[in-house]
């Protein structure tokens, strides 16, 4: 999916009351731990959506005005400078944080780049480095190894079929996949093959394949983190 649409989304949601506070509207008095999570979130997306302006920029887009609006949708999620029980909605959630992040998600949809040859062979290759691993790493849970393995079928059919380039199904197989291989890192049990699939997981989003995947969120360093805890 587009990281930028989600949190997007995401802010829609918390200031949905302009007279709000955040503890109300980002959902902390009904349930802390699901708010927290959402926060989480919402700082992998912007480490998600920061890959995503850097590829915009490599196919000549105009990125400064993205680069400058990061510094109000990361105060956004911190609520910072105003305090959590103070009604701060309709400053945090400006006009021009709200537009940019829009046009952001609208450039993101726009641009992703015909794959070259060269670009589905090293796709191609990596979805089998993805299957190898999970051939031998035998502590994975089955639902999760099923999992893994059906969004492999589905990302190979999108590239089998021509048409499917650039559609929605291709660019949401590729971001499950980034997300399945860190959940397989968390919940692998030997160090060695946690390493290789949070190595998996990077290397979905190496510039050799960025012309390819384009679109697709970028790799939120802290997602590693968080997942392994």
Known sequence: MNPAHELLELFEQWGEQPDGNPLKGRGFHKNEDEAVDDHLHAMCLLAA????????????YRVKSFRRSFRLWTKAVMNYPHAWNTNSNSAI???????????????????????????????????????????????????????????????????????????????????????????AAGQSEGEEQRSRWTAMAEAIYKPAAAGFIGSIPGLAIGAAQLVQG
């Open 49 to 60: 959506m920061k890959n995503c302006v850097d590829d915009l920029e490599r196919g000549g």
């Open 93 to 183: 959630f400006s006009v021009h944080a709200m537009d940019t992040l829009e046009n952001l998600a609208a450039a993101i949809d726009g641009h992703l780049p015909t794959p070259t040859p060269e670009r589905i062979a090293e796709i191609m290759s990596y979805l089998d480095d993805v299957v190898s691993l999970l051939g031998d790493d035998e502590s994975l849970s089955p639902e999760l190894r099923l999992h893994v393995s059906k969004i492999v079928q589905m990302i190979r059919g999108c590239i089998a079929e021509e048409k499917a380039f650039g559609e929605t199904d291709l660019k949401q197989a590729l971001y499950d996949l980034w997300v399945a291989l860190y959940a």
